[in-house]
């Protein structure tokens, strides 16, 4: 069975994007060029499938332009298939494997393991869709490059009350501005 990873940014104090949706801020901070490209290739090219909630995926689509440029898709995610958790239809860029989902992630995981074979699946974000997995006890690292920003406010990181029982460091990694903070999740029982 592959890991599933919620690999995301966070600003110091908690949040994945501000109050208005933007990540504006985190694209402000240096993140070491060529360093985080590396680092962040590493990463990907042992992900097999993508999981991403609807807020998240119609930003990308939006920011990107990819319905309007769809070949773009391949460029940012190859063959990867995408996972969107949504209770409305979504537009999907032309050639993308996208698959918009509904309901709970339990019933999905099958498919999502399935698609992502021998490969890692990552939790894109956002932070609610994270906490569904962990409550369902299907995540099983969480890794946040902390920029040095405050927001005051806006989506926050993990919704959820996690204990520390729940949570073990396995890595702490500095890549220009960023702290890098690598949780093993510990399964319920365990914790």
Known sequence: MPRTVFYTASSLDGF????????????????GGDEADA???????????????????????????LLAE????????GTVPTFVFSSRDLPTPDGADVRVVRGDVVDTLPSIWSAAGDKDVWVVGGGDL???FLDAGALDQIV??????????????????????RLRLADVTRRAQFAYLTYDVVPATEG
């Open 16 to 31: 994945i994007a501000d109050e208005g949706g933007a990540l504006d801020w985190l694209f402000a901070v240096d993140d």
């Open 39 to 65: 680092f962040f290739g590493e990463f990907y090219a042992q992900v097999g499938a993508l999981v991403e909630g609807s807020t998240t995926y119609s930003w990308v689509v939006d920011q990107e332009k």
């Open 70 to 77: 769809p070949e773009r898709w391949q460029t940012l995610y």
């Open 130 to 132: 994270a906490g569904q």
């Open 144 to 165: 946040v490059a902390v920029a040095p920003v405050t927001l005051g406010g806006g989506a926050p990181l993990l919704p959820r009350r996690v204990e520390a029982s």
